[in-house]
Structures are given as C-alpha cells and as structure tokens.
C-alpha cells in the first residue's frame, strides 16, 4: 500500500501540466493568421473639412512604414481633398470655379471624379441631391458666413431659379467644368468628405495596410480586419442631439457607409428646426420625419452623396429610390410617440442590427 497524500505516481502527476501545455499550443496556434502577423494598432486623429477624423490601423509585424510617414500621408490626401472641394478657402479650385463666369475651367481629375458622381446622383434622385444647392445653403446659414434671418421668400424663388444641378457640365476628356449660368454656385460637402475616406483608404493600400478604418465626420470605410478574429464594427448614432449613444451596429468588410441626418447640424427659429440638408425643389430645409439614414455601398463617396439624397427624399420617396436601385439603406424615422422607428431594405445586413457593444464610432450606451 502507497503511504496517504503521497500522489498520483510521476507520470500520472505529469498528465495534468501536459493537458494545460498541449491546449494553450493549440489555442496560440489556433490565433495564429493566414496572413501576416499583427503586431500593433494605431490610432491617428486629426481635423479636416470643418470636421474630426479617426483612422485606425492594424499594423503588420513586417510593415515598412512608419507610424509618422503614414500620418504625413494621410494628412497629404485629405489636405488635398480640403484644398480643392472647401467653400470655406478663398483659392480652393471650388471656390474658384465658383467665381468663374461660363466658359470652360480647366480642375484637377479628383474634381472630375467628384462632380461626374454629384451629376449621377442627382439624377438618379430627380435632383434632390444638387451640387448647385450652394447659394440657398449659404441664404440658410449653413455657408462660410453666419446670416441674421431666414431668405425672404422672393429670395428663395430667386435662386431657386438660376440653380439647377442640370447648368453644369462636366467634360472628363478635357478636364473641364462649364456652367450654364453666371449664377451657379457649387457646394461639394455632402459628397467631398465621403471622396477623401476614399482617398485615404487607396494611400493606405499604397503603402501595403490592408486593415484599417477611416472615418471621416461620421463618413466611413472598413478594410479588412480589426484582429485576427474580429471584423470592424461600426455604430449607427442614435438620430439625437448631444450624446445620443448607439442606436446599432454593423459589421463592415472591404465597403464602406455614410450616414445622413438632421439631428447634429440644425438650429431651431420660432421651435421650427432648421436643417443644413435643403431640398433644392423647394429651396427649403427638410421637415420631414426621416431622422437619419445610413447607406452602405463600395465607395464611401457614393454612399454619402446618396444619404444625402435619401434624406431629402424623405421616407416614402427616399424608400422608392432605396427599392428602385437595390440599395443597402437603413432608416430611422421619428415616431409619433417619441423614439424612433427602423427600417431597413433588401439588401442591408440584417443580422447586423443588433445592439451594439465594443464598436469604434459614436459612443455606447
Ligand atoms: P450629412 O452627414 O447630414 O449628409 P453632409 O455634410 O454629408 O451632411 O451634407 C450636408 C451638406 O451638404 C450641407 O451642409 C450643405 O453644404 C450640402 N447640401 C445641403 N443640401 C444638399 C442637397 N440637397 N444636395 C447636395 N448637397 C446639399
Ligand atoms: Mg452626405
């Protein structure tokens, strides 16, 4: 007989640390990527475009850039994108372009790219997204330069008038713009920011990141990966001023999404709230019940011009056009008895509206 508490026998006394060793070996293999191996995050910030930004990348263990190279990058792109879409800068080629008169002007092939999207969507909303919707943003308020009053009525008629999304042409071949008339004033924010997330992202594919984040004012891209096990996931606001927190989440892989609403950028005059989204049929603000409304798509610029247009839309016609074109759209209109209500089309990820937890924008509940 063995003398008590003596123990299982050697090799039985080792089975126990063998077990724990053996699957510890399989969990670190089991976590090990296909790809490379990551060894790092960055987080870089910054303001652009009247807005913030946040890109985050996953860094690969054998990456030959430089945290302070890549942060000059992408400090260069949405330098560029500022410098020729701002109406807030004087010498942008926007501005510019602006103050020309009808012949042809000679823009860079990013503003090409821009506009000939604007023109697209415009026309796939029956211009409810219109570049030209400049003059009347500004009468609302919502330009460069803070107004004392609402445009008088004569005044919305007028502009109204010589706008139109139809008195611009664009001319890939040359390289140029024209404008039908004098008048015409271009605002490219509801497009630009959307433009250079896009534009970011492409510097970081240069530069061989294949896992990264770009959000630019609430506009955002996904690129692969945020770890080895875990896809970006990126919250949808919930459509209140202040410190709404998290209405949902999506999982983003290679796309990118653009959200709209009337609930961040608005005053309120006599309790009426003032939106800086303008239909341009009407040349007012929108009043509709259509709080916010996010747009998935591969072209973050695509996306946005379409929240955009989706928001003026409104929520019966913004869901024709949602249904019409086969969209990933997601809606949230205001409830009659406070709150809001959802609805997604077709082709949104479903399985992705659920609360959202650990996500990377807007603030959790
Ligand atoms: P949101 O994130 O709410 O879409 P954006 O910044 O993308 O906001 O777009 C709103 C801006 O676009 C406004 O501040 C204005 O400069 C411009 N804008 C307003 N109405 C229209 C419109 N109908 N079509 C195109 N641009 C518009
Ligand atoms: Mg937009």
Not at 94 to 102: M, Q, V
Not at 129 to 152: E, H, S, Y
Request: glycine fraction near 10%.
């Amino acid at each position: 007989m063995s003398p008590p508490n003596s123990g299982p026998p050697p090799l039985k006394r080792m089975i126990v640390p063998a077990l724990f060793v053996g699957a510890l070996f399989l969990v670190v293999f089991l976590r090990q990527p296909n790809g490379p191996e990551y060894s790092d995050q960055w987080v870089l910030t910054g303001q652009t475009m009247g807005t913030a930004f946040t890109v985050k990348i996953v860094v690969p263990s054998e990456s030959g850039v430089s945290q302070d190279e890549v942060e000059t990058v992408i400090r260069a792109a949405v330098d560029a994108v500022d410098s020729a879409m701002s109406t807030y800068q004087d010498d942008s080629e926007l501005s510019r372009f602006n103050r020309h008169g009808t012949g042809p002007f000679d823009v860079s092939e990013s503003m090409i790219e821009v506009v000939s999207e604007a023109q697209r969507v415009a026309e796939l909303s029956a211009g409810a997204f219109d570049i030209t919707v400049g003059p009347l943003v500004d009468a609302w308020g919502f330009g460069p330069d803070p107004v004392a009053d609402p445009p008088a009525a004569e005044t919305i008629a007028a502009l109204l008038a010589s706008g139109g999304f139809d008195k611009i042409d664009v001319d890939p071949e040359r390289g140029t713009l024209v404008k039908a008339d004098e008048a015409i004033r271009c605002d490219l924010s509801a497009i630009a920011k959307g433009y250079a997330v896009d534009r970011v992202a492409r510097e970081l594919v240069r530069l061989e990141l294949t896992d990264f984040m770009v959000e630019i004012g609430g506009e955002v891209r996904a690129s692969g990966r945020k770890t080895v096990s875990e896809a970006w996931r990126i919250g949808i606001e919930r459509p209140e001023a202040g410190p709404g927190g998290l209405w949902s989440a999506v999982t983003l892989v290679d796309t990118a999404m653009a959200t709209s609403g009337d609930y961040r950028n608005y005053y309120e005059r006599d309790g009426v709230r003032i939106s800086h989204t303008i239909d341009p049929r009407t040349g007012h603000p929108i009043t509709h019940k259509l709080a916010s409304v996010s747009v998935i798509h591969p072209s973050c610029m695509t996306a946005d011009a379409l929240a955009t247009a989706l928001s003026v839309l409104g929520p019966e016609d913004g869901r024709a056009m949602v249904e019409r074109e086969g969209l990933a759209a997601l809606f949230l209109i205001r409830a009659a008895g406070g709150g809001f209500e959802e609805w997604a089309s077709d082709g949104w990820p479903s399985e992705n509206t659920v609360r959202a937890t650990g996500v990377e924008q807007g603030e959790s509940e």
